[in-house]
């Protein structure tokens, strides 16, 4: 079974999908993780992220591995290293929705994607799960809440992983990626039309998942 939870950054996809995959002991697979991978890859070998070319020949000779951990959160490897921690500071943020807009990455890594959803039942988060990676998937989810709602928390996270970043600064960047996300002309952001919509502006994280696990099962 696929289960596919889309929607935009600091919805809080990624918290609800941990705790679903766990629930409901499937893989879980953060898609945007691939993408800063990438990212981070690219800002390292000081490859231009605005050369698409080189940035798609970078993509073709990259691997990207995902792997649970026991309590259910993922280790994410770039080459063979674990960046679960380099990925989520601030300059792959700032640069990540710029990597991911490109065509020929975006081919490479969902053909990633595809693969790593035939090893079995999972949860895949993202902005293009049920649009594109996996239109046919069993479950569809589209995550939202309230712009202000969605900055708190990313600034809450960040700051849980010891980042120096200021509430403003999020705001900006989360304003950037809504737009980049859901203007891009490849896989924008956008809900399936047979996705459910859950707002999660007022709801509790276990609220969600309750909602999620009683109309997965």
């Known amino acids: 079974m696929i289960v596919a939870i889309d929607g935009p950054a600091g919805a809080g996809k990624s918290t609800v999908a941990k705790i679903l995959a766990k629930r409901l002991d499937f893989l879980y697979i953060d898609t945007g993780a691939m993408y800063r991978a990438l990212t981070l890859k690219a800002l390292d070998n000081n490859v231009d992220i605005y050369d698409e070319r080189k940035i798609n020949d970078l993509a073709l000779k990259t691997i990207i591995d995902l792997r649970s951990n026991p309590d259910g959160s993922l280790s994410i490897f770039l080459d063979g290293k674990d960046v679960s921690l380099e990925i989520r500071r601030p300059r792959i943020t700032q640069y990540v929705s710029d990597v991911s807009k490109i065509k020929g990455v975006r081919q490479v890594l969902v053909k990633m994607q595809r693969e790593l959803g035939k090893k079995g039942d999972c949860v895949l988060e993202g902005r293009d799960i049920g649009t594109v990676v996996f239109p046919n998937a069993e479950k569809k989810f589209f995550i939202d809440a309230s712009a202000e709602v969605r900055v708190?928390?990313?600034?809450?996270?960040?700051?849980?992983?010891?980042?120096?970043?200021?509430?403003?600064?999020?705001?900006?960047?989360?304003?950037?990626?809504?737009?980049?996300?859901?203007?891009?002309?490849?896989?924008?952001?956008?809900?399936?039309?047979?996705?459910?919509?859950?707002?999660?502006?007022?709801?509790?994280?276990?609220?969600?998942?309750?909602?999620?696990?009683?109309?997965?099962?």
Not at 152 to 167: I, P, S
Not at 181 to 186: A, F, L, P
Not at 197 to 217: A, Q, R
């Open 152 to 217: 708190n928390r990313r600034f809450k996270e960040l700051k849980g992983l010891n980042q120096n970043v200021a509430e403003v600064d999020v705001a900006k960047d989360l304003s950037n990626r809504d737009k980049i996300d859901s203007t891009r002309e490849v896989s924008p952001l956008r809900k399936a039309e047979d996705a459910i919509y859950i707002d999660t502006t007022e709801l509790s994280i276990e609220g969600v998942v309750e909602k999620m696990l009683e109309l997965c099962k």
